[in-house]
């Protein structure tokens, strides 16, 4: 009998509280008891990297596991790598330093965030503290993005579909976006500066949970323009939670059809 296990997994950071956003969104996550669930990181945070989310989950005999990637876009390479140490890909498309984890349990993959509408809405709440008058008003959407081809392409049609989202719940005059790698800021900032420059630019960071990209990158990219920023990424907010708590139920809708229609072929 299949006993599933969930694993959600962020990048990581050396800041405590970049940490700390990211377990409380996830232990907020109201479980059927007994399915037991580990958050792991990509990089830097010791102990609980991702090979130690899989012992610990597998140790509690667990046969599925099923991984939450939360990350902002497919577009992410390191979704690509991820993807290939667990077995979902054969290869990676792009050279990466990670191997295949140690696993004997079954991998189910789910999406990360994209374009999905709770994500827009926890946009549209942050950015509107800045705005007075939308109809008048630019929101820039900036994310990391990747120079990556393949990848870019990935990245953008997911900005440019939140983008869309955030325009309709707002009512903005234009929602633009930009991608910090490559470099688009400036271009997008020029831009509006010459064909609307009546218009106040609100700057929303696209980032799981605040730290050196919100503090430092993005606002040294806007020096020299007028715009307004808060800084706030997407974490802290209950829609994150409820966004993996749907990708979790299913995954898990899934599985449970898998099997009895296994029992099913073996009652036959």
Same mark, same amino acid.
């Given at each position: 009998m299949a006993r599933p296990?969930? /694993? %959600?997994i962020s990048h990581g950071s050396h800041s $405590?509280? &970049?940490v700390r956003l990211v377990d409380q969104a996830v232990n907020e996550i109201n479980f059927i008891t007994g399915i037991p669930l580990e958050c792991s990181f990509l990089e830097i945070v010791e102990g609980r990297l991702i090979q130690d989310g899989i012992r610990n989950l597998e140790v509690q005999g667990v046969t599925d596991i099923l991984v939450v990637p939360l990350f902002i876009s497919s577009g992410s390479t390191h979704i690509d790598e991820i993807s290939y140490a667990f077995g979902v890909i054969p290869e990676p498309a792009l050279e990466t330093e990670m191997t295949p984890?140690?696993? *004997? $349990?079954r991998v189910h993959f789910c999406q +990360? =965030? #994209? #374009?999905? +509408?709770? =994500?827009a809405l926890i946009l549209y709440e942050k950015v509107k503290v800045l705005s007075v008058k939308p109809e008048e008003e630019i929101v820039l959407l900036v994310g990391h993005g990747t120079k990556e081809k393949g990848f *870019?392409? @990935? &990245?953008? @049609?997911? /900005?440019?579909? /939140?983008? @869309?989202? %955030? @325009? /309709?719940l707002g009512g903005f005059d234009e929602v633009d976006v930009a991608m910090l790698l490559p470099d688009q800021v400036v271009r997008k900032m020029e831009w509006w500066k010459k064909h609307k420059p009546e218009h106040e630019v609100l700057v929303a960071p696209l980032f799981i949970s605040e730290g050196y990209f919100t503090n430092k990158v993005i606002p040294d990219r806007l020096k020299g323009y007028n715009y307004k920023y808060k800084g706030f990424s997407i974490l802290p907010s209950p829609l994150i939670t409820k966004w993996m708590k749907?990708? =979790?139920d299913e995954m898990l809708r899934k599985l449970e059809s898998r099997s009895q229609k296994m029992d099913t072929q073996f009652d036959k």
């Open positions: 296990g969930v /694993l %959600v $405590a509280e &970049w984890f140690d696993l *004997h $349990a +990360p =965030i #994209d #374009d999905d +509408p709770d =994500i *870019h392409a @990935k &990245w953008r @049609k997911s /900005l440019e579909s /939140l983008a @869309k989202r %955030v @325009k /309709l749907r990708q =979790i």
